[in-house]
């Protein structure tokens, strides 16, 4: 039926979903999309007037499951349909009556159901690719409770896909209970099943000293942060250890509170004020010198148009300028971050190792993409793009400004034909997207999320050994990061296994339906 064979740990967690809501967690790359297709032929074969509706979170993401299944299966097999926001809503419905599989944005569908467009009771499969999103008021969990309230419910039967639900049991708990997840399968890189059909990944960590003339800006800026957050505390706002996290705690719930007196209303500018400090010495500490340069120059003109009390008292301080000072004093000297030219040294290497190498370098920031993208370049046979979101930034210009999914596909299929042999990429290049297999994957900071990282690493090491590096500045923040990171990962799986195991020993019970005979069949 399927132009590909599928492998056996596909085989396996095909035969759970068949029987149950089932929650997959795999690495990324390791063939999720395969499992859903299986489902798919099997939930068609079983009830064959219905329909199957698959949902992406973004439309490249959507229209790539699309080209999938079109790859897969024989032609005229079923009536396959895309719905993103570019198909007006009456056409939508139109289409509705008669596709077999439909493909969408769970904004689309969730905005049809409400305006009631049409409804999802003759839905026989629902797959919900990059599942960890299901949380809280996102539209999948809009969607799924209309499936769950609309369709009969020997005809459910719901699919999650993820790369990694989180390290949290709550988080994971939340995400099964609305997906009425009945059964978990986890693999990772290592599992039995799995290792066979992967690659050798080859872990390199690369640390690169705090240079000592950027000692000086990071003491300025953490003598302004000091004193906001003493500020914070002095009024009572803020209390025990503080880090940026905390600092957004407070800012929300500053927001929320129905009555804000002269207090109050004060602690959300110095709170303001202390992460966007917090965010600059970020910059210094992990990112580049031209980033941290952009950011303070944004904050600067946001003060001069006088958008903000808070930034105008930042601005206007005498820290604050002594910082900036400092900061043109090192450009003007052609001084960067030493992660930069560390990143082209190795680079470098690869290439002539290899002149067929292909690259992915993962960075937080938009502005640190560009500058790496530009500082590659230099290199003889590379060729290197950015590879970022849509959103346009306020203060942003030219590349930095987004790109759109038009130029997003042009990158990604340069990249495919070999026009492209680096891609500088923010977090756009992390999830589900169809980018071709590299020889190594760049972090060029750690990042403390075990989802990012999981999805990030899957980039390389899946056809042919891979290399993945992570950069990181000494006795900074990005050091706390990796070790954040690694204790996540470790902690996800743990959870996972506690999930699994408490539902197969009925401690817990996501069902919001009862089990009919078809469960069991």
């Known amino acids: 039926m399927i132009s590909s064979t599928p492998r056996d740990y596909q085989k396996a967690i095909f035969e759970t979903a068949k029987n149950a809501n089932t929650l997959v967690v795999l690495p990324t ?31 490249p993401l959507v229209e790539q499951h699309l080209e999938s299944f079109k790859k897969q299966l024989p032609e005229l097999y079923a009536d396959l349909q895309l719905f993103t926001g570019e198909v007006p809503a009456k056409q939508r419905q139109k289409i509705w009556q008669t596709a077999e599989i439909i493909f969408s944005t769970p904004q689309c569908i969730a905005n049809d159901i409400k305006n009631y467009l049409y409804d999802l009771k003759d839905i026989s499969l ?17 969607v799924v409770k ?6 009969p419910s020997e005809l459910q039967r719901i699919l999650g896909l993820t790369a990694s639900p989180g390290s949290e049991t709550e988080q994971v708990n939340e995400i099964c209970k609305h997906l009425n997840i009945e059964e978990v399968e986890l693999r990772t890189r290592n599992s039995e099943d799995v290792r066979p059909y992967l690659q050798d990944l080859e872990f390199n960590k690369i640390e690169v000293p705090f240079p000592e003339e950027f000692i000086e800006i990071r003491t300025i800026l953490k003598s302004i942060y000091d004193k ?25 719930k500053l927001f929320a509170s129905p009555h804000k007196d002269g207090n109050m209303l004060a602690g959300i500018s110095v709170c303001a004020q202390a992460i966007k400090i917090s965010h600059a010495i970020e910059l210094l500490e992990s990112q580049t010198l031209s980033g941290l340069k952009e950011y303070l120059q944004n904050l600067v003109i946001q003060a001069e148009q006088k958008k903000s009390k808070g930034v105008q008292t930042l601005v206007n301080s005498p820290e604050f300028k002594a910082s900036l000072l400092s900061l043109n004093n090192l450009l003007s000297q052609k001084i960067e971050h030493p992660k930069v030219e560390e990143l082209k040294t190795i680079i470098e290497s690869e290439f002539e190792k290899n002149k067929n190498t292909k690259i992915i370098v993962f960075s937080q920031f938009r502005e640190t993409a560009l500058t790496i993208s530009k500082k590659l370049n230099e290199i003889s046979d590379v060729k290197s793009e950015i ?31 070999g026009k492209i042999n680096i891609l500088c990429a923010t977090s756009i290049g992390e999830e589900g997207l169809d980018i071709p297999e590299v020889s190594a994957v760049f972090f060029y900071e750690p990042i403390p999320s075990a989802i990012r990282k999981i999805q990030r690493a899957g980039r390389t090491a899946r056809l042919a050994p891979g290399k993945l590096f992570i950069l990181i500045t000494k006795d900074t923040r990005d050091q706390i990061s990796h070790y954040a990171s690694a204790a996540r990962e470790k902690k996800m799986y743990r959870t996972i296994d506690k999930v699994k195991n408490d539902i197969k020993d009925g401690k817990v019970n996501f069902q919001s339906r009862p089990k009919t005979l078809d469960d069991f069949r």
Request: charged share 25%; hydrophobic share 35%; net charge positive.
């Open 126 to 142: 629902l797959v919900i690719d990059e599942a960890h999103r299901c949380l809280k008021n996102y539209d999948y969990t809009k």
């Open 146 to 151: 209309a499936y769950k309230n609309q369709a």
């Open 228 to 252: 906001k957050v003493g500020q914070l505390k002095s009024r009572n706002l803020l209390f025990g250890p503080t880090n940026k996290i905390s600092l957004l705690k407070l800012q929300n």
């Open 29 to 59: 790359g390791v063939g999720k999309t395969l499992i859903a297709l299986l489902l798919a032929i099997h939930r068609f074969q079983q009830y064959p007037t219905k329909k199957i509706l698959i949902l992406a979170p973004t439309k």
């Open 387 to 417: 590879f970022i979101g849509q959103t346009k930034k306020s203060g942003s210009s030219g590349s930095s400004s987004g790109l759109s999914q038009k130029e997003q596909k042009r990158v990604i299929e340069d990249f495919r034909k």
